[in-house]
């Protein structure tokens, strides 16, 4: 990632006395990609705080539109747990996930500005609608799991 934030600085500075170029939106997806990252480990590990786009060097429509897309990395975590059998550190990825998009459905701009943000917040609705699903059913096959291992042994204990 920092040699992400490097390639970043190093093209705005090549484009600094060129406009039409500078905000062409090369930089920008560059920028949205960067802020995915950063977002999405955070969203990931559940242990900081969400870094501002100040703090991340990147333009507002960028970073939102990053934060959009770190929900479906934070869903693929999700799942990855989910086959671990770690259903509770997926409720917590998805507690973060929801946090992020109370965020982006509070930023009513019109889509010019903030790069079709409006579509991005739609699918990591439907994203987040997914997952919550995902682990409900987890979560049912979990305690099913537990309540037959726990009439196996109630068995066991009543054969001996």
């Known amino acids: 990632m920092d040699e992400a934030r490097a390639a970043i600085d ?6 600094a006395e060129h406009p039409d170029i500078r905000f062409a ?11 995915e990252a950063r977002l999405t480990e955070v969203i990931v590990d559940g242990r900081r705080e969400v870094p501002t786009p100040d703090a991340l060097g990147v333009e507002d429509a960028p970073y939102l ?10 869903r693929r975590r999700v799942l990855d747990l989910l ?9 917590a990825v998805l507690s973060a996930m929801e946090d992020v998009y109370a965020v982006l459905v509070t930023m009513d701009y019109p889509d010019a500005i903030t790069g079709n943000l409006r579509r991005s917040t739609d699918v990591a609705r439907s994203l987040i609608e997914k997952t ?24 066991l204990e009543k054969g001996d």
Not at 25 to 35: M, P, V
Not at 83 to 89: A, C, I, L, Y
């Open 132 to 155: 919550r699903g995902d682990l409900a059913v987890a979560r049912v096959s979990q305690d099913l799991h537990d309540a037959l291992d726990r009439h196996r042994r109630e068995v």
């Open 10 to 15: 190093e093209g705005l500075a090549a484009v």
């Open 83 to 91: 086959r671990e059998g770690r259903v509770d550190d997926g409720d």
């Open 65 to 74: 539109n990053g934060m959009a897309e770190a929900i479906g990395e934070a």
């Open 25 to 35: 939106g090369y930089l920008q997806d560059a920028q949205k990609e960067y802020a």
